[in-house]
Every structure is written in C-alpha cells, then in structure tokens.
C-alpha cells in the first residue's frame, strides 16, 4: 500500500493505516525531535504528540511533500515542548562543576555500566553535535536540523518553518558558523579528517 | 578583509546548491580571488559534513497510535459482537420468562381445576350424571327399545318349545309389548306393576325374572363413562413431569447472557 492509499484510508478513519505511516516516519520523526529538544524523554512526548496532531489534522494534508508537511507538526511539537521545559525547568543539560560553571566535557553523559572507551566511540561524535546545537537559539537550531541533518532544501525547510526563503538563508548561515566555533572546543573528540576545522 | 554575515549567507548558500544567476557568479568570484573564502568555504563544508554524519538515533519505541489516544471509541469487533449476543439474550431470556410467568398463572387457573380433589369430586359425580342420564326419556325408550326385541325374541322361543296355542302367543307378545314400553316409564311405576299383575294373571308369571335381570342391568353404561376419563390422562397431565421448554430456554438463555457477557468484559479487559 503507497502513501497516498495509506493516507486516504487514514482520512476514512482507518487507524491501521495511519500507524503504517507512523511506523514508516517515527525514527526520521524522532531525529527531529532528538536534535531540536536534546532530551529523549521530551523528544518521545514531542513526537506523540506530533503524531496524535498529525493524525487528526490529516484532512490538512493537500498534496505535495509529506515529508515537509510532517515535520512542520513536529517541530511545532518541538517547540511547545520546548517553552513547556523552559516554564517548568528540568535539570540542566549542561552539569555545573565545584566551583559553579558550565562543565564543557560529555564525560558527565557517561554511562558507569559500560566501558568509558567502547562509549566514548559509540557517542563522541554525536554528543558533541548535540551539545553544540543546543547552544543554538531554537530557530537556528530547527533550521539546521532541517538541512543538515533531515536533508532537505531551502524552500522545503522554509515551509516547515513558515519563513521566507531567504531567512532560511540567513539563519542557516549564521547557525553553521556557530556550530563550527563550537565543534572547535571538541576538536579531540571529531574524527581525524575533522580534526583541522580551523578559526577564519 | 573581513567575511560579512551577507557574504557567510553567500558562501553558506554556494555550499548547498542554493545559488544561482548573478549571485552564483559573484560567489564564484569571490572564492577564487580570496583565500579567506576559499578557507571559510572550506571550514563550512566541514561542518556541514560532521552534522550530516551524525548518527540516526532509532526511535526508542514504537509511536503508533491507539483509539484511546486520539479520543476514539474502541471499534473492537469481536467486543461488539459478544456485547450484542449477551443484549439478544437478555431480551429472549426475558421474554421467556415472561411467556413462562404467563403461563404459570394461567396454569395456576387450570390446575386448581384439575387438581386431584376437584377430579375426585368430578368422579364422584360421574355415577350421579350417569344415573341422571339413565332417566332421560330418550335414552330409556332406546334402552326400552333393545329391552323388548329381547324379551319378544326369548318368549317367543319360550312359547314355541312349549307348544302354547298360537292365540296365547300373540296376547303375550301383546302384553310384553305394552309392559316392556311403559316400564321405561319411571314416572308411572304403578302402570308397570299393574303390567305386570297382567301379565301375571294372564300366564305370564315366567317373563318377571327376566324382566328384573334386565332392570338390575341398567346401571351398566357407567364404565363407558369412565373410560372416557382414564386415570393416567387424568392425573398426570401433559407437562407437569420433568422440566417444561419454557424452563429449559430459560436455562439456555441465561447461560448464554453469562457467558457472552464475560467474554464481552474479558474482551474489553484485554482491550484496555
């Protein structure tokens, strides 16, 4: 069954049909949320409820890329997740050490159960994305998820988030180069060819 | 010279394909005359590729929805199914009981009337009836009827063995005739006793034994009265041994509502 058969259905009531696509888009859906919201917890909440709205706003759906269509309702999921955390505030992602600061490192991420090496290799690369992307203001950071990670073109990302085609241009510019100075202070933790990401 | 936030826009732009026309020409441009750019170009792509290679996090779960979830009611159909065969039972079950509290009550009427005492009472009144019955005057002139062509037929053998004069013969059959009609007639016993002193003064003294058989034998129609109300028939009517339709349906209709129903609830349990 095609997407467009799965979606007419889905339109009909049919749930078996909506959860087939459910099941095709959650981990491309989960990445969104992962990256833009930078918790799991949240990220699972986000994309339930990015689905559930997804779900009973289907007869919005009119043609096109349903991909950009979906992600749209995930990153506004992301974004009510988002100010729900900031108005109710959680511990922070960022450990304070003795003295009170910012602790940089990913160590404190560490899982005690598994050898420091075997995670320092499955995780390095990724947590330092993360890091650096939740530095980033939320609408830089959803426009760089949006392209750089999902892949998609401007005038696609500039659907998702209801922009122009030109702000698309401008954050992503200016998200890239905040994302470059930071990735800088993980330098050691970069594969080798990453290694020489220099300061201009 | 410095990179501008326009000119990072250009390059960042250039880097993805973004580009086109004058723009595309001038960034062109700019990168082979300025080594700055070409470095920043450079370090731009080397971000971009280190996002891009971030690993694709599997979703922790499954986020397929439920009908509870977005406010649907549960369309399980086996649920349903039972839930519906558990209601059509209910209702044949009550209408069963119903028909079978109708029928009680009418029953009730009816049993009061054959009840072992009012049939007792009934029999009791049989030989009354009978009795009652043997008075009427039709069906004493029929008996009276069958009463003479015997008593002709015996006396008339009687006579002929005896060798009695033929004139004799025909008074007797005369007064026979005459006494034997009016003794059917209860009303007027003086009229069949005076027949008889008749007949008994006029040498008919051998036809009083019969006579008296024949009256000690009226009584005798009773028993076709009573086989008419046989004892088995009467005492044990049709139902009232062992359990009736109505009760068993009831029974089937009432394990049926059970049974549906848990597997209804058990259904929804699971649901749930």
Known sequence: MD?????KNALKGDLDSFNQIVLEYQNLVYNQAYRIIGEPDAAEDAVQEAFISAYKKLHTYRGGSFKSWLLRIVSNACYDEFRRRKRQPVAPLYPENQNGDETESVSWLEDTEEKPEEFVLRNELSEAIQICLDRLEFEFRTIVV??????MDYASAAKVIDCPLGTVKSRLARARRNLKDCLQGFRELLPVEFRHLGEV | MQITDRDWAQLSAYLDGELSGRELIKVRKKIQTDPLFQAALEQLKITKQ???SAPRIPAPRNFTLT???????????SFSRFRLAAALMSFLLIGVMILDFGGTLSLGAMSAEFSPKSIEAQLESIPEIAADAVQEPALLEAVGEVAEEQVVAEYTEDFANA???????????EVLAE????????E????TDAATETNRAQGGDDLEPTVQAWASQTPEPLPAVIEYYPDDEIHEPEGSDGISILRILEILFGLGVIGFSAAAWTKRRKSH
């Open chain 1, 3 to 7: 997407l467009k058969e799965q979606i």
């Open chain 2, 188 to 191: 007027e016993p003086q009229d």
């Open chain 2, 163 to 173: 060798g009695a004069p033929a004139v004799e013969a025909e008074a007797v059959e």
């Open chain 1, 146 to 151: 949006l392209v750089d990670l999902q892949g």
């Open chain 2, 67 to 77: 009908p509870e979830m977005i406010g649907m009611k549960s369309k399980n159909p």
């Open chain 2, 50 to 52: 280190i996002l891009q």
């Open chain 2, 179 to 186: 006494g034997v009609a009016e003794k059917g007639q209860e």
